[in-house]
């Protein structure tokens, strides 16, 4: 059993930032491929940006410009900075993990979901 939390949703204006976090705790594995994701009410499902441990990041060309996906080993914490928010970017967070990593790449099916965080601006 894997369990992600994430934390640091809330409310913002138009033009704010926020940072999510994704606490991963007590990771089982030395390699894992992880990412953002979100969805919009009536909307599907919408990949963000996946990280592996290497570092190595991929993006979807949408969120490039003002979302940034980071990690803390150290901390087993998974980071989204989020930049220059619309109200097109309200939805509920969340982050996904794979264990062991492996292919890492926006395509990559996640297999642990955390419960999600809102994000709500206006």
């Known amino acids: 059993h894997v369990q992600l939390v994430e934390s640091g949703g809330g409310s913002v204006q138009a033009g704010g930032s926020l940072r999510l976090s994704c606490a991963a705790p007590g990771y089982r594995y030395d390699t894992y491929c992880m990412g953002w994701f979100r969805q919009a009410p009536g909307k599907a499902r919408e990949g963000i940006a996946v990280?592996?441990?290497?570092?190595?990041?991929a993006y979807a060309e949408s969120m490039k410009d003002r979302f940034t996906i980071s990690v803390d080993n150290a901390k087993n914490t998974l980071y989204l900075q989020m930049n220059s928010l619309k109200p097109e970017d309200t939805a509920t967070y969340y982050c996904?993990?794979?264990?062991?990593?492996?292919?890492?790449?926006?395509?990559?099916?996640?297999?642990?979901w955390g419960q999600g965080t809102q994000v709500t601006v206006s």
């Open positions: 990280i592996d441990s290497d570092g190595d990041t």
């Open positions: 996904a993990a794979q264990y062991p990593g492996g292919g890492c790449g926006m395509t990559t099916t996640l297999r642990y």
